[in-house]
């Protein structure tokens, strides 16, 4: 390393690490090879007119590259990941283990049942589990992740509806929704509507009434809704779907708040899909594993997807066709579901028991009641409290600052805090949304608050300047994120 060295990328121990392809060369080489005598190939025309490109490194260099990479990761075990309507819990290392086992770990989806009857029954013991859970009598296990229980839960919704003679052409949704229930809906075939929120947070519950009509086919609700607020008025909406021949899907992406407490089957649902990997701690972010099993009421049973486990004289048997089948959406994945969630998701329940579920549920909620007491000293919260597992505020302590919501989540970075959920859900200004989960700690609870009271109190006092210029410590400078969005570069070629 030459030059200024306070110019130098590098900080500290943190090193800058470029790609493998700026790295080496492909006149590089890690291993020595002798030379082949001479002989004949079979290539012919088919032999390379240039070299392949690819870059030659040694494999200390290699090995240095990928564990810096993965220094750079940051994840639920390098801190507090208050990221709201993502439930980013610990991982209890009781269910890695579990899942590691090697007759889990090694078992292949196309082998004898007979020789898989641990897994057989272990799918059929969490379904178990769920369904007591949410108090549904169905359920289908093999979705993938949240967005595909809600593909799933649709399909079925359109199927059963079509089989009465009664095909619906709109489906409604709140003006919180997550962004996957428009999607969904619409890759269905549906027409989307949006429900606004009252005063209060809820949905609009006389907006809905007014909506709901022989054309509408489905009520896409979450609760607690990313506003972090229960709907208080959920029996009435479920009354009013029903009367008027719709049905009722709910998002169990914050499932995390009701675990133990409520059954959404007694709540009037139709179909709910389940975040294992939020409520049910399994590893997630950066694209997965996931998994999303869609519980059901009996109505919608005879349509969902298989496979069906069915208890026979000689054990547990996966069953993919016959008379089950008969009015089923079909298969939406090759294999069974993800079974490596499933492990561990079984494991999180046995653990803690329903009587720990249910605490876990409180502790979820009170972590984000006490954030909400002591923020709104110096921060605005849209509607009044108490909330339920996640605590929403709006851009309104910044008003004539200068700052805005994004300046504060790029300053937080300067603190060693992750920011926030940021300018979700869409109809609250510079919204900031926080989920603490039942995880994390007194001490590391105030440890933000009084980052929050930092960084207030410095837009408060018009130095916007160092907001706009943050991160300042992180390996990278802001970036310009709406180019980043249009104009994606997403493959690296050399320079000319």
Not at 364 to 383: D, E, G, I, K, W
Not at 402 to 417: F, H, M, N, Q, S
Not at 467 to 486: G, K, L, V, Y
Request: charged letters at 20%; proline letters at 7%; glycine letters at 10%.
């Amino acid at each position: 390393m030459t030059g200024d060295i306070s110019s130098h990328p590098n900080k500290g121990l943190q090193i800058e690490e470029p790609l493998l392809s700026e790295l080496g060369s492909p006149d590089m080489c890690g291993v020595d090879f002798p030379t082949p005598p001479p002989h004949r190939d079979r290539l012919g025309d088919l032999r390379r007119d240039t070299p392949i490109g690819l870059p030659g490194l040694s494999e200390p260099r290699i090995i240095r590259h990928f564990t810096r990479l993965s220094q750079k990761n940051y994840g639920i075990d390098s801190g507090f990941y208050l990221l709201g309507s993502c439930t980013m819990k610990h991982n209890p290392r009781l269910n890695e283990k579990l899942a590691r086992l090697s007759g889990f770990a090694g078992l292949h989806p196309l082998q004898p049942v007979s020789t898989a009857q641990g897994a057989l029954q272990l799918f059929d013991t969490l379904a178990d589990w769920l369904k007591t859970l949410t108090g549904m009598p169905a359920i289908a296990m093999s979705p993938a992740a949240g967005a595909h229980g809600e593909l799933c839960g649709t399909m079925m919704i359109r199927a059963a509806l079509e089989a009465r003679g009664d095909a619906r052409k709109v489906v409604l949704v709140p003006d919180s929704a997550h962004g996957t229930n428009p999607a969904t809906a619409s890759m269905c075939g549906y027409s989307v509507e949006a429900i606004p929120s009252d005063g209060r947070g809820r949905v609009d519950l006389a907006a809905l009434k007014t909506r709901l009509g022989d054309d509408v086919a489905a009520f896409m609700l979450t609760n607690p809704s990313t506003c972090g607020l229960f709907e208080d008025e959920i029996l009435e909406q479920a009354q009013s779907i029903h009367d008027a021949g719709a049905l009722f899907y709910c998002d169990g992406a914050n499932f995390n708040a009701l675990v133990g407490r409520v059954r959404p089957g007694d709540l009037g649902i139709d179909c709910m899909h389940l975040n294992l990997h939020k409520t049910f701690s399994t590893p997630h972010g950066g694209g997965g594993p996931g998994s999303g099993p869609l519980v059901m009421a009996e109505e919608l049973a005879p349509f969902a997807p298989p496979p069906w486990i069915v208890h026979g004289a000689e054990g547990l048997d996966l069953v993919d066709g016959g008379e089950m089948a008969a009015r089923s959406i079909g298969r939406l994945k090759a294999f069974h579901g993800q079974f490596g969630v499933f492990v561990r998701a079984l494991a999180f329940c046995l653990s803690h028991g329903r009587d720990g579920l249910k605490q876990l549920s409180e502790d979820a909620v009170l972590s984000a009641n006490y954030l909400l007491a002591r923020l709104s000293a110096f921060m605005t919260a849209p509607y009044p409290g108490p909330c339920m597992h996640e605590v929403l505020f709006d851009d309104g302590f910044l008003k004539c600052s200068g700052v805005t919501t994004l300046d504060i989540a790029k300053r937080l970075l300067d603190l060693g805090i992750h920011p926030m959920t940021i300018y979700f859900p869409l109809h609250v200004s510079g919204a900031l949304l926080i989920e603490p989960t039942e995880s994390e700690t007194l001490e590391s609870l105030d440890q933000f608050v009084e980052a929050m009271r930092q960084l207030t109190g410095e837009a408060a006092s018009g130095d916007a300047a160092k907001f706009h210029e943050a991160p300042i410590q992180a390996p990278r400078r802001r970036f310009d994120e709406t180019n980043a969005a249009r104009y994606p570069v997403l493959r690296w070629r050399p320079a000319d």
